[in-house]
Each structure stands twice: as C-alpha cells, then as structure tokens.
C-alpha cells in the first residue's frame, strides 16, 4: 500500500521573521489600543456612569481621546464623563457614587438605605476634590438648598429623605458648610463622617462605642478586626466588660480576645464621650465625662482598665499591623475622635483601601494579577500626590479598565 504524506510549503526565514513580528505586535497591543476611541469613550462612561452616554458626549470624550496622545485623551474624557460637562445632569453622583458610599452608612453593609448625611458629604467631598483622607476628621457636612426641603436637622434625615424622594441633582444642589454650625458639637469633637448623625445612628448607638471602630476600620482602612488580629500587643487598655476566661478557659482570651482588644479599645477610648440618644434621635456629646457605656459589666472582669477620658493610643504602630503604613508625622496618641481619624486617614492602608474599592466598583472585579496590582499601585501614589482627589482615583480606574 502505497503511504501518503502530507507536504507544508517550506518556510522562509523572511516569513518566519514576519510571523514573529507580527504576533509580537498583535500580543502587546491591549485591547484599549485596538479599540476605535469611540468604543474606549463609551466603555469608560458606562464603567463611571452606569448608562450610555448621549451622542453629544460620546462624541466629545471620543474627540478627546482622537486628539492626544491615549492615556492623556482618555483621562479628559473620563472627568469629562463624571461632570458632563457640568450641564447634564450626571448620574455619577447621583447614582454611582451614591451606591458606592451607602453602604459605609449601615451595619448591614445595604446599598438599599436612605440618602443620608455620611452619603452626601461624601458625595460632595469627592465633587468638590476636597482631600479625602479628612474624610475622618474635618469640621465638615453638605447639605443643599432645595425648595420645599426641610432644613438639616441632627435629629432626623427628612432633609436628605426630601431630596432623594425629589430626585434632587445632587452635584449641582450640594453645598458644603460645617458640623458645628448645624449639630451643636464642639468644632474639636467633629471627625468626618464618624460623628455624621448617619454613623452615629448606626455605629455610636448602645453597645460600648467599638462597633464605630470595628466598621470605621472595615470602610476605610479595608481590614476587619481578624485581619489585624495581634496578640503580641499589651492587654493594659482593655476595659473590664471583656472577661479574661471566657468559659472558664483563659487561653481563649489570651490565644483570641487579646489579638483584637489590645489594639481596639486603646483606640476606641477616643470615642468615650459620644452616644446615639435613640429617643432623641441624634448624637449626644459628653465632653469631659465618659459615656456609661464605657463602664458596664465591670464585675466580667474587675481589674480591667476603667476609662477616665478620650485618650487614645495606637499599639498597632509596633509588631505586625506597623505594616500598615502609619505616619511618622503623627504621634500615634491623642484625644477625641478628630485625632484618631487624622492618625486612620494619614495610613497608606487608607489610601491603599480606597484605590481598591474604586478599583472593585469600576473594574467589577477585584485586581487578580501582577498588572492590575501595579496599576492600583500606581494610582495610590497618583492619590496621594494629588491631594488625595477621590474623584482622579475614579478616572484613573475607568482609563486603566477601558480595555476589559
């Protein structure tokens, strides 16, 4: 029987060095640089906004993009995307970044809550380019001027119910104004969104104030209590209510409870003076007298530390969590709340947290490679030489994610 065989055309080396080089070029192109700046503008608006854009400001982030050089082209149409050229209205802050930040505002971590004063001033400090790592310590609040709305109150949300049942433009109504001038707390007792009427009713109600650390850590510094869990740190700073042999078995203190209250409750002491009144239905400061919320179930454990003020210390500056990039400007210890969110928001975790949680919402999935851990990288440092822009985060991230 007679074999067959099947003959190839035999290769040159010019087109061996033609398929080579071809490939080498089709592999590095991503698809953001195959794609026509059309198609790069329109996936960067829906990645920011949510909806397709109008063929005006397809258009006109697509023009930006044709017009210099890509990455540079492509930021202007991502900010271009977020104001809308600030005459449409942007479903940006109304929609994106109000889904973003509601969840912060609630123990159950809900998107599905009512606007509200954290919300909003967020909303408005990302608008406005305010420095986000004050986002845990100034004097600051946004409310809007909106006819018919009821005025802020600290003991109700129905000023920021009315504009979400009004569908009220949040990026144009937002004005930005102080704590102080509207609760009645002291300028030095204000911290951000941790003593906003919204966190406060959530984190500051009943309990022993450490839940207000516990969600404070997890929203904006992206670790939960097991994630710092530290055992190596003294048990002096912790309150009495915490029984030293849970169970009759002291191991499981000094083996569990100690990694995190050693760290916890020296820092949650800076919350000693403030309370969620639920008949009241707003924040109560005590200055100078600590909440009797700090004293309760005293007999668990009878030489535990009793707290005498707002003092506050950072133990995790030494042993393993000094991995999370506290600043060698601060102390480490102050009084109040105001300092401990200077010392939380002056971290490169904090920093780090946030270009991460854009980076989820844009990309819809989290960084997974070499590449994508790179870039948030890179987009950190942009962060913090920026003023700390949340907004810029945002464009970087949308421009980087163009491609997927």
């Known amino acids: 029987m007679q074999r067959h065989t099947m003959t190839r055309a035999p290769r040159t080396s010019a087109g061996i060095a033609y398929a080579v080089i071809a490939g080498m070029l089709l592999s590095a192109l991503s698809p953001a640089a195959i794609a026509a700046p059309r198609d790069q503008a329109k996936r960067i608006h829906d990645r920011l906004v949510g909806i397709p854009p109008s063929e005006a400001t397809l258009t006109q982030m697509a023009a930006l993009i044709n017009s210099t050089n890509d990455t540079a082209g492509a930021l202007l149409a991502a900010n271009l995307a977020i104001d809308r050229n600030r005459i449409e209205s942007s479903p940006f802050y109304n929609v994106t970044l109000k889904n973003f930040v509601t969840p912060w505002t609630n123990r159950d971590q809900t998107v599905f809550a009512p606007l509200n004063d954290y919300t909003a001033t967020v909303i408005g400090m990302v608008r406005d380019e305010v420095p986000f790592n004050t986002v845990l310590s100034e004097d600051i609040l946004y ?11 600290p003991a109700n ?12 433009d949040l990026r144009t109504a937002l004005q930005q104004t102080t704590q102080s001038s509207l609760s009645g707390l002291p300028p030095a007792a204000t911290a951000g969104v941790i003593t906003s009427r919204a966190a406060s009713q959530a984190f500051f109600v009943l309990g022993t104030n450490r839940a207000m650390f516990r969600f404070t850590m997890l929203n904006h510094m992206c670790r939960d209590l097991e ?3 530290d055992t190596s740190r003294p048990p002096d700073r912790i309150r009495q209510d915490v029984t030293r042999s849970p169970g009759g078995d002291s191991r499981l203190f000094l083996n569990n409870c100690v990694g995190c209250h050693s760290g916890m409750d ?7 003076y403030y309370n969620f009144d639920e008949t009241a239905g707003r924040l109560v400061y005590t200055q100078g007298q600590v909440q009797p919320k700090y004293l309760i179930n005293s007999d668990n454990f009878k030489t535990g530390y009793v707290t005498p003020d707002d003092h506050w210390d950072n133990y995790w500056r030494s042993g393993q969590n000094s991995l999370l990039g506290w600043s060698q400007s601060l102390p480490g210890k102050g009084q109040g709340a105001k300092s401990l969110g200077q010392e939380l928001g002056s971290s490169d975790t904090f920093a780090q947290c946030q270009v991460e949680k854009v980076f989820r919402n844009v990309c819809f999935r989290s960084p997974s490679d070499a590449a994508d851990r790179g870039e948030v990288q890179r987009i950190v440092g942009v962060f913090k030489s920026g003023n700390y822009s949340l907004k810029s985060v945002f464009a970087e991230t949308a421009v980087y994610c163009r491609g997927d």
């Open 143 to 153: 409310t809007a001027s909106s006819g018919g709305a009821p005025a802020y109150s």
């Open 157 to 168: 949300n129905d000023h920021y119910q009315y504009l979400e049942d009004n569908h009220v």
């Open 227 to 229: 994630q710092v869990h």
């Open 266 to 272: 020296p820092m949650a002491q800076s919350f000693a």
